[in-house]
């Protein structure tokens, strides 16, 4: 299951939150994803909660450390980030429902699925390709 999938399951199953804490009714983008997949949180010593298992959700989406700029935010401190904070800042700064933050990310997903099989074939990703239908 997508990433962006997973985001919509688990924003129609609790109300959105922020914060990444996984022992309350509500979740946010990320910790909702992992409720949707059955990945458990694990306690935060410091908090004394449960918080988003970070690994396990990295190792299920690999798409998460990903370099990608913030669509939200117009200065250069936030340009230059990861798809997990990046989406942890959509959440939680910018007040994104979890539903546009998967709509976001459904059209990465896309374009990251178009360059795997680009590059599975041996195509340039970079220009369109013509074919010839007979």
């Known amino acids: 299951m997508r990433l962006s999938e997973a ?15 996984m022992d309350g009714e509500g979740h946010c983008a990320i ?32 798409i ?6 913030c669509p939200a935010c117009s200065d250069s401190y936030h340009a230059d980030s990861t798809l997990m904070m990046t989406l942890w800042r959509l959440n939680d ?10 709509d976001w990310l459904e059209a990465i997903e896309q374009r990251s699925d178009d360059t795997r099989t680009c590059d599975a074939v041996g195509l ?8 010839n239908a007979r």
């Open 7 to 21: 985001i919509r399951l688990g924003a129609m199953a609790t109300p959105q939150a922020s914060m990444g804490y």
């Open 31 to 62: 910790a909702g994803a992992c409720v949707a997949v059955g990945i458990d949180g694990v306690m935060s010593v410091i908090e004394q909660r449960l918080i988003i298992n970070y690994e396990a959700a990295q190792k299920r989406w690999p």
């Open 64 to 69: 998460l450390g990903s370099g990608i700029n």
């Open 93 to 102: 700064e910018h007040r994104w429902t979890r539903e546009r933050i998967a």
């Open 124 to 131: 340039s990703h970079e220009s369109p390709v013509a074919v």
